[in-house]
């Protein structure tokens, strides 16, 4: 069957992939016909997410990304990729006044460091095939627009923005392609935390043109067009799924 | 965990509100002053003087400076 946004064939790493958009994003890479490899931190997850992928091959590596020389030794082990996801991150909410340097490199360390650092190390030990694509997980909060209490987060995730651009330019040559990801609020583990209350969620969501948050399916499958060879002319891109959130 | 320092560091978050208006049985959220934003102040002032952190619920669901200073207390 004709399917430019088929990934038979092709090896996909995703981080962060216990949970969230990152197990979306695996799960979804699967139906299309990716071998996927999983990394998470949290083993009995990454379980469940692996056994929702159905192709043989996939493998799942329990590991945190901020601990480099771990990073290395599996990197060497790592069998040749064609598209890697870096999804794993972290949200905070905390006022510019109490965002002390330390908590900032906290965000920092996981958000923008560990993935950039992650890709370093892959591209550095040739592990990405000529005609990989590289997704990154920027945000609508940063690049485009702003909340209160998160100027941390929004610096990680504009920097993430940059970083895929200049990176996009460097790997042009190669025929590997960077882009980024900007979703608004999607329904993930990740927004349902003890520092804000259902009844403030349920405020936030009446804010969306489309009235709900996003699904982790809905910005998987922005991530299947970056990794697929339908965006194999698109490169330095960052794709904005918020149901129209940013539009107002 | 001292009261009179409670209140001094509740009363820090505010800028138009006088230091003075600040008692033990206040009731903030009637205070003009009073919005979302002083109360993500509270919160972040008490996990970094007192290394609490509270759930939006309970800050919710506090009226007076006593009763945020109960909870704090309760959890140290």
């Not at chain 1, 060497?76 to 490199?105: C, H, W, Y």
């Not at chain 1, 360390?109 to 590289?134: M, Q, Y």
């Amino acid at each position: 069957m004709y399917n430019p946004y088929s990934l038979k064939g092709k090896t996909i790493l995703v981080t962060g992939a216990s949970s969230g958009i990152g197990k979306a994003i695996a799960i979804e890479c699967s139906k299309l016909g990716a071998t996927v490899i999983i990394l998470g931190r949290d083993k009995s997850r990454l379980n469940e997410t692996l056994n929702q992928i159905l192709t043989p091959n996939s493998q799942q590596f329990c590991i945190d990304l901020t601990n480099y020389e771990e990073v290395n030794s599996l990197i060497f082990s790592m069998p040749k990729l064609d598209g890697i996801v870096n999804s794993a991150g972290i949200g905070s909410t905390i006022l510019f006044q109490f965002a002390s340097i330390e908590k900032i490199k906290n965000i920092f360390d996981v958000n923008f460091f560990a993935p950039v650092e992650f890709t370093r190390l892959l591209l550095k030990s040739k592990k990405i095939n000529k005609n990989g694509s590289i997704v990154f997980l920027s945000s609508i909060d940063g690049p485009i627009n702003a909340h209160i209490g998160n100027s941390s987060y929004s610096a990680s995730k504009a920097a993430l923005a940059a970083v895929s651009k200049s990176l996009a330019v460097e790997l042009a040559t190669k025929g590997i392609r960077v882009n980024y990801l900007m979703p608004g609020q999607t329904e993930t583990p990740l927004i349902h935390n003890d520092s804000i209350t259902e009844e403030q969620l349920k405020i936030d969501i009446s804010k969306y043109p489309m009235g709900r948050y996003g699904r982790p399916e809905e910005i998987a499958y922005g991530a299947i067009y970056f990794l697929s060879d339908a965006s194999s002319f698109t490169t330095g891109s960052g794709l904005v799924i918020d149901g129209g959130f940013t539009l107002q | 965990m001292e009261v009179k320092n409670f209140i001094e560091n509740f009363a820090a978050q505010f800028d138009q509100t006088d230091a003075s208006q600040f008692s033990f049985d206040t009731k903030f959220r009637d205070l003009e002053e009073w919005s979302s934003i002083i109360a993500l102040s509270v919160m972040a002032m008490i996990d970094e003087e007192y290394d609490i952190q509270l759930k939006g619920d309970e800050m919710r669901n506090s009226n007076t400076i006593e009763e945020l200073f109960n909870m704090v207390n309760s959890k140290l």
